[in-house]
């Protein structure tokens, strides 16, 4: 009896196994009941002791090996045959997806939130006011009296309805009047900014009837024009994120403020694009000043010990300079493909 | 306002360069709009075509021979109006060329060397005349300058001026509030009074009114005048700020107007009766106007009149037919103190605007009614001749200035800056204030007669800082102090600002992008939503956009057609904003909106989107802020926004948190593109913010023991709402159920139109052990009998 003999040949028919059928069927050939390996091992009790222990010994070995090999090709023909099942499953990976809308966050969302969070580590909390106001609210209160020529610096549109004092509402032209409901609802020291819509009978690539504006107010016991200065500066900074910005500050005229200041950023022209912080030319960012004392005076407050500043700027305006965006129109637009070109992911927002 | 350099110094003694002035201008408050310095265009200079052939390689190109008087120089050019002799204005190669902002360069031009160009106006910024190159008369010799060929020489200034500085509609005005600067010397005006008035006045003035509209008036007639043409200086000054000469009368008039801001006006004193009235017109009282329009007048307006018509609008505009022309002999000259109100309704109403308004509106210097009439006496006497009457007057002049008591220590308090009482004194004393002081810290200011607009303490500081230079303040930053802080913390708006945020990244997270509409609407919008009719933008611009909206369902609807004709198919965006229920109740909410067309693709074919994808959309948003939809009270909508069979309401006790489901078909007639439309409403500020605010809220109970699902069928009515019947099911057993889903639903004729049969899976676990059969078969036949008996059930086998 050759155990090498049988080894290979059992080798060989495993090897040409190509299903798990055929390979059953080696493995009975050798080690079922009647198997070569199993008659092998039967046939050892016609042996003497020490055969016994000895082909014995060869027999077992034989039989593992045998079984071993039988497992591994029973593997690899079980691999086999998924693969060969998954590839007729396959499907066409270079088929393109269709084209969707990338969803973003409009433009104005993300400087309302940094607008919010830079005046905010100043100190500034956020307050509101409606869009539909009284005559009052709007101009009266704020020293703009009727017939002055300051009403003819904004258009304001008029709604039907009218308010206790017979006069039509007015659709805020400004967030300004925010400053009179604060300072008539809450006492000094009162430090709030106040974004929201506002409306002026205009229309073109700058203008729009609709646009966005914040509006600041700082009232405390000594608020003054340098404070004033500061806080506007140290604003833009982190705004435009420009450190190295110059500004200007020149008299201008608003009937709530006094003096009112105006705002301008420098700004030089690079490769046809606008960069903001040096240069020679001017970009006119906000309007501000002292709150005048006759404004403090129509909400009770005591202009004695109390003084403080107040600033409004456009925020369609801001955010166009820091984005390089140009027409305003199109922030209103309802544009899929504007708000995917120039809105922000959640990540960025 | 508009002014020349060389006018400028006509009232100002000054060494100081345009530039600087203008960079006055702007520290002061008089902004400069814009400066036109041409003194570097001498560069640029007169020079001759001499001949030209056309370009061998390009059919609108010319080769010129160009002479500036030194050289010749060969020049490619395009202009239409190239021809042999023309004189132009010339750069040579390497000049900067303002209109175009380049730098010349030598090169060729498809194969032809050029070596410099000639000049269209809009090259040198001069205008947007682009049709051709500048042609200049053949008397100027090549290689003068184009600042002298062009009349270049004397700068244009554009200044914007503030409401309250009327003083400064004048170039007098502007003189002395930069000699104040220390721009220069004001000199005094040059004229000399009439030497003799002759006789009295044919006519005479009373003011009928008694509303103050007019507070003054005096004229003079002048005998047998000449009203030619104005002589050059006087037709030049107009032309250099835009102004058409007429004749001399009128020309003085307007001169005057511009150098000493002092409006007036001259009638053909043979046009007009012996008697003038200032009165209050007639109602529906029509008048001609110099503009040549018809204007009728109500009984606000302030009219001069004789006994037959109204001959002008006080302090707006005069009537034509007792206007001046050449062939007036005798003239009447009117100078009056109108009230800046009555004048400003006026002109508001009739909607004139006229440079005499927007001086009258501004407030005027009363001590400038005597000189304008002086001033204007002397110029009508010496370029029309004849003679001058007496004064004719009526009413009181009454001069407006007034004192104030002026703290030094305010100055310094309102800007941050200490500024010694002596400087502050020396700015205001230039700006031609008196002072008297009082102690070492108070002193009386005594307010000129040109500046109504300083009243009180505050507006002193704003003159002395205006002059001293906003510059110089120093710069500051208040830190946040710990109220503040706290203040923000719990501010409820700025938690309402957080809400919204979060809002917003949750939508744009599920795909949906923000918009931002316009908060108005259509006229048809408001029609078909049934609005506040009182809501109407009185002058809106267009009927687009005539009412404040109550949806911004028809605004999303436009922005998604618009979107759809882009090529998008599938539409979803929101927006987060204000709509208006009346005048005085305006409320932010989340409005969303989807819209997709049938889906073509076969091989990404996505189920398409209904009613309950978008409650599960709702669903999504709501449990962002906190909440969980099954908490709230939910019913079909009974709003006609919505499709009456497929939406739904959902209600805190009594408050709307949100509405959603398919867009009401008779709204779709208006967008017949726009196929299968679903909107949300989430009317977030109805929501307690607190709760919105936590920020560990949601109690999911987690438990390691096997659970168990079974099934149940019922038949119940039709109107069962199935979220009660889910609300009931899983208070069963609190403790045991831990979800109750529906995933069947089965209506049908044969089943019978008044009821429908669902499934659900009740899902059991306990958190304490493993349950047995019998617990689990008791639970079971619990909520059987339970559910059957409560919603009159039948169960379904």
Redesign the interface.
């Known amino acids: 009896m050759d155990i090498k003999k049988v080894l290979n040949e059992a080798t060989k028919e495993i090897e040409q196994s190509s299903n798990q059928l055929d390979l059953l069927n080696v493995k009975v050939a050798y080690l079922g009941k009647k198997g070569k390996i199993t008659e092998l091992l039967k046939s050892l009790k016609d042996l003497s002791l020490d055969e016994k222990k000895s082909t014995g010994a060869e027999l077992n070995q034989l039989r593992g090996e045998v079984d071993k090999l039988i497992k591994i090709k029973f593997n690899q023909i079980k691999v086999e045959e998924i693969n060969s099942k998954l590839r007729n499953e396959s499907l066409d990976f270079s088929?393109p997806?269709?084209n969707?809308?990338s969803?973003?966050?409009?433009p104005?969302?993300k400087t309302?939130?940094e607008v919010?969070t830079i005046f905010?580590?100043?100190?500034?909390?956020?307050?509101?006011g409606?869009?539909?106001e009284t005559d009052y609210f709007n101009f009266s209160a704020l020293n703009i009296p009727e017939?002055?020529?300051?009403r003819?610096?904004q258009d304001t549109?008029?709604?039907?309805?009218k308010?206790k004092d017979g006069k039509?509402?007015v659709?805020r032209t400004h967030t300004s009047p925010v400053q009179i409901r604060t300072l008539l609802n809450e006492k000094p020291?009162i430090?709030i900014i106040a974004p929201g819509?506002t409306?002026r009978?205009d229309?073109d690539s700058t203008h729009s009837?609709?646009f966005h504006q914040v509006e600041g107010l700082?009232i405390n016991e000594?608020?003054?024009?340098?404070?004033l200065?500061?806080?506007l500066?140290?604003f833009c900074k982190q705004f435009f994120n420009v450190q190295d910005l110059k500004v200007?500050?020149?008299?201008?005229?608003f009937p709530f403020t006094?003096?009112?200041?105006?705002m301008d950023i420098a700004y030089e022209i690079v490769n046809n694009k606008i960069k903001l912080g040096q240069g020679d030319r001017w970009l006119e960012i906000l309007g501000c000043g002292?709150v005048?004392?006759i404004v403090l005076e129509n909400c009770n407050v005591d202009t004695k010990n109390f003084?403080g500043f107040a600033f409004g700027m456009g925020l369609d305006r801001i955010t166009m300079l820091k984005y390089g965006l140009t027409d305003i129109r199109s922030?209103?637009?309802?544009?899929?493909?504007w708000?995917?070109n120039n809105?922000f992911?959640?990540g960025d927002? | 306002m508009k002014f020349s350099y060389s006018w400028l110094c006509e009232h100002l003694e000054t060494d100081k360069s345009a530039t600087e002035i203008g960079d006055a201008l702007?520290?002061?408050?008089l902004?400069l709009e814009s400066l036109s310095d041409y003194s570097s265009y001498s560069k640029f200079v007169v020079a001759t075509i001499k001949d030209f052939k056309k370009h061998p390689n390009a059919d609108r190109l010319n080769i010129c021979k160009v002479d500036d008087g030194a050289n010749t120089y060969q020049v490619i050019c395009g202009a239409n109006n190239v021809k042999k002799g023309l004189k132009g204005i010339f750069a040579k190669e390497g000049m900067y060329i303002p209109g175009t902002q380049i730098h010349l360069k030598k090169g060729k031009i498809r194969g032809e060397t050029s070596e410099g160009m000639l000049l269209s106006e809009r090259e040198l910024n001069l205008s947007d005349d682009h049709e051709g190159i500048i042609e200049l008369s053949e008397n100027f010799k090549n290689g003068t300058s184009a600042v002298e060929a062009l009349k270049l020489d004397d700068p244009i200034f554009e200044i914007g001026i503030?409401?309250?500085?009327g003083d400064c509609l004048s170039i007098r005005g502007v003189a002395r509030d930069l000699s104040a600067k220390g721009m220069g010397k004001l000199k005094p005006l040059k004229y000399e009074k009439i030497k003799k008035l002759e006789f009295e006045s044919p006519i005479s003035w009373s003011i009928k009114n008694d509303d103050n509209s007019c507070e003054y008036v005096v004229s003079r007639y002048f005998k047998d005048v000449n009203n030619t043409k104005s002589p050059e200086w006087l037709q030049k000054k107009l032309i250099s700020l835009g102004l058409r000469p007429i004749n001399a009368l009128v020309d003085i008039t307007n001169f005057i107007t511009v150098d000493l801001g002092r409006p007036l006006h001259v009638f053909d004193a043979d046009k007009v009766g012996k008697k003038l009235d200032m009165r209050l017109a007639n109602s529906n009282e029509k008048i001609l106007a110099l503009d040549n329009k018809d204007y009728t007048l109500d009984v606000s307006s302030t009219v001069i009149a004789d006994n037959n018509n109204a001959l002008a609008i006080a302090g707006i505009i005069g009537g034509d037919h007792s206007g001046c022309t050449e062939n007036t002999k005798n003239v009447f000259l009117e100078v009056a103190i109108f009230n800046?109100?009555s004048v400003?309704?006026t002109g508001?109403s009739l909607g004139i605007n006229s440079d005499a308004r927007y001086r009258f509106?501004?407030g005027l210097d009363k001590n400038m009614v005597l000189e304008g009439l002086e001033y204007a006496s002397y110029l009508i006497n010496k370029i029309c001749g004849g003679s001058v009457s007496k004064n004719t007057d009526a009413g009181k002049l009454v001069t407006n200035e007034h004192k104030i008591k002026y703290d030094f220590n305010y100055f310094n308090?309102?800007?941050?800056?200490d500024l010694e009482p002596q400087t502050q004194v020396k700015i205001l004393k230039d700006l031609e204030f008196q002072i008297n002081e009082r102690s070492d810290n108070e002193c009386d200011v005594l307010v000129p007669s040109w500046r109504n607009d300083v009243k009180?303490n505050?507006?002193i500081?704003?003159e002395i800082?205006?002059i001293y230079g906003?510059?110089n303040?120093?710069?500051?930053?208040?830190?946040?102090?710990k109220?503040?802080?706290n203040?923000?913390e719990n501010?409820l708006?700025?938690k309402k600002?957080k809400t919204i945020?979060k809002l917003?990244?949750t939508?744009?997270?599920?795909?949906?992008?923000?918009?931002?509409?316009?908060?108005?609407h259509s006229n048809r919008a408001q029609e078909i939503l049934t609005g506040d009719?009182?809501?109407?933008?009185?002058?809106?611009?267009s009927d687009d956009?005539s009412f404040?909206r109550n949806s911004m369902i028809f605004?999303?609807l436009?922005?998604?057609e618009?979107?759809f004709k882009?090529g998008?198919k599938?539409?979803?965006?929101f927006e987060i904003?204000?709509i208006?229920n009346?005048?005085?109740s305006?409320e932010n909410i989340l409005s969303l909106l989807i819209s997709s067309q049938d889906d073509t693709?076969s091989?990404?074919k996505s189920v398409n989107f209904n009613f309950y994808s978008l409650t599960e959309l709702a669903s999504k948003l709501i449990s962002s802020l906190n909440f969980d939809i099954k908490q709230f009270n939910i019913s079909r909508s009974t709003s006609n926004i919505y499709h009456p069979g497929q939406s739904a309401e959902v209600h805190m006790g009594k408050k709307l948190i949100s509405r959603y489901g398919k867009v009401h078909p008779l709204i779709m007639e208006e967008f017949p593109k726009l196929k299968n439309t679903y909107t949300i409403e989430l009317f977030f500020e109805n929501l307690p913010i607190e709760t919105i605010s936590r920020i560990n809220s949601i109690n999911i109970t987690d438990s390691q023991f096997q659970f168990s699902e079974k099934d149940f069928s019922f038949i119940f009515e039709k109107q069962q709402n199935l979220y009660e019947v889910q609300k009931y099911v899983t208070g069963i057993d609190k403790n045991l159920i831990k979800n109750v889903e529906f995933f069947d639903l089965y209506e049908s004729k044969d089943l019978g139109d008044s009821i429908k049969s669902v499934t659900f899976r009740v899902t059991i676990q306990s958190k304490e052990k493993t349950l047995e059969e019998k617990d689990l078969e008791q639970l079971h036949k619990n909520i059987l009998e339970k559910v059957s008996n409560k919603f009159k059930a039948k169960i379904r086998t």
């Open positions: 088929f997806p269709p969707s809308i969803p973003k966050v409009h104005i969302s309302f939130d919010i905010g580590s100043m100190g500034y909390s956020v307050a509101e409606p869009d539909i017939n002055h020529p300051a003819e610096m549109f008029y709604i039907d309805d308010d039509p509402f659709l020291p430090k819509r409306y009978c229309s009837p609709m700082f000594n608020a003054n024009m340098g404070d200065k500061g806080t500066i140290e200007r500050f020149r008299p201008s005229y006094e003096p009112s200041a105006e002292m005048n004392p003084q922030f209103f637009s309802g544009n899929l493909n708000i995917a809105g992911s959640i927002f | 702007t520290n002061i408050g902004e503030t409401p309250n500085r800046p109100n400003a309704k508001r509106e501004r308090k309102v800007i941050g800056l009180n505050i507006d500081v704003e800082i205006r906003y510059d303040i120093n710069v500051s930053v208040p830190s946040s102090s109220d503040e802080i203040n923000i501010s708006v700025n600002f945020s917003k990244k939508l744009v997270s599920n795909g949906v992008s923000e918009v931002i509409t316009f908060s108005f009719t009182s809501l109407k933008i009185s002058n809106a611009i956009q404040m605004n999303h436009e922005s998604a618009l979107n882009k998008i599938n539409i979803q965006l904003g204000p208006y009346s005048s005085q305006q693709n091989i990404y």
